[in-house]
């Protein structure tokens, strides 16, 4: 490959859905790397999706949610927490272990 075919390959260019400005999109990076630091077990894109929300949702909506507990439960799709085992198939017959010694 010659460098002329190189220069003729677009750069990446990331992905912006909401719009951000330069200036957005450098405070979002210095949030999301200070959440990072405070908050390292959160996967990094929760993180994203929270700092989006945030900045794309109006803040009365924000603070409804909040108000109405809306997200203190689990939502209606997600997966109860534990469970029970109600049956079980034995697929072999058990070893019966005798008092006899063996051979």
Known sequence: MSSYEIDTIPRHEPENPFKYTRKQLAERKRVLKDIR????????AW????????????????ENIIESG????PGKHSKPPGGLLKTIEIT???KVDTDEPSD
């Open 37 to 44: 630091r405070d908050y390292p077990t959160v996967p990094v």
């Open 47 to 62: 993180a994203e999706m929270i700092y989006d929300f945030c900045q794309n949702t109006p803040e009365e909506e924000i």
């Open 70 to 73: 809306l997200w203190d439960e």
């Open 92 to 94: 072999s017959e058990p």
